[in-house]
């Protein structure tokens, strides 16, 4: 018998709209990180466009509303929240929370990639504690507010990137900081495997309440300017890549998939790309793996004075 979702037959050139058609999402409300630009933005139009009520999350207010004018989503609520700064996600999380708001999908989509020079965040490398650290916070905080009864979904972007992550560890937790060494893609390859690890962990903890937790590839997307701080051989090939890569429309297709998709209903702890379920590397599956990085990751939140 056929997968439900393979049986879409939606494939790596649809689109957001494509994959969307025919939803009515009228009632339900999705928060986005990273909303501003690139596959974020599209994700906040397209999704409005179906009906959705979308929180819009950024670095500032004034960049969340300005994507929610884009969107044309009138009806959205813009939050600013620095992902450098725990303090800034908590504020962002606890403005949710007082506002008595369900969230029925959040997406972290929000990324910084291929840093060519090290950059620390309080003693950890910038793209772990951005990409990783940030949204691990922003998303525990907010489970309180996830529908438990549509069920809610929390949607991890991922990539295949963590494939790429230091070799024979997967995380590295003796160099978290990069003082024994730094590369840039290797550590955006660690960050991304950090995503997955964090969605499977979180499908393990919350499925019991009705929540369930998936990541994906949204695939190799010139437009969204990502990729633009990789110097040397990673640069040449993701450039040559790119020149066979996506749209813009076309990478935000399998994340509205997973947050909106009726199809998805009740699917938790699996990985996605081209809107169709993929397969993610050993260490992305390590069970043992996704509790170390998550008590880890606890540590260094309750490190900034968060809880």
Known sequence: MMDPITALRFSRRSTAEQVTEGLDLSGRTILITGCNSGIGLETTRVLAMRGARIIAVARDEDKARAALAIADAADGMAVGAELTDLASVARAADRILACGITLDAVVTNAAIMALPKLETVNGVE??????????????????????????????????????????????????????????????????????????????????????TANALHPGLIGATGLHRHMRGPFNWIVSAAMLFGKTVPQGAATTCLLAAHPALNGVTGRYFADCRPAESSAFARDADLARRLWERTEEIIASHGMT
């Open 126 to 211: 910038k793209q772990f504690f951005v990409n990783h650290v940030a949204h691990h916070l922003l998303v525990t905080r907010l489970l309180p507010s996830i529908n438990r009864s549509r069920p809610g979904r929390i949607v991890i972007v991922g990539s295949h990137s963590h494939r790429f992550a230091p070799g024979g560890k997967g995380i590295d937790f003796d160099n978290l900081d990069a003082s024994n060494g730094y590369r840039g893609f290797p550590f955006y390859g660690q960050a991304k495997l950090a995503n997955i690890l964090f969605a499977n962990e979180l499908s393990r903890r919350v499925g019991h309440v009705g929540i």
